[in-house]
């Protein structure tokens, strides 16, 4: 069995930016459930009254809540 040797400034640098992601993933679940459900019906109107939202995004993740029955 061989061990490794991480110097303290390495190990905290990563739990530090593991726990920032995991936050950052757990405000996203939160956030989301703030957020009006949209039928499609209802999506096409606004497309078709304001146009379809723009792609430009830096980043997207589709994250399941609960179940859609």
């Known amino acids: 069995m ?10 905290k ?3 530090e930016e593991s726990v920032r992601e ?3 993933q757990e405000l996203m ?3 989301s459930l703030f957020l009006s ?6 999506q096409k109107d606004i497309e078709k009254r304001y146009g379809k939202p723009s792609r430009k995004t830096a ?3 589709e994250i399941k ?3 859609v029955k």
Do not use: G, N, Y
């Open 37 to 42: 459900f949209v039928s499609q019906q209802e």
């Open 59 to 61: 980043k997207s993740l």
């Open 2 to 11: 061989s061990t490794v040797i991480i110097p303290k400034k390495e190990l």
């Open 65 to 67: 809540l609960w179940p």
């Open 29 to 31: 679940k939160f956030r």
């Open 22 to 24: 995991v936050f950052k």
């Open 13 to 15: 640098k990563a739990i």
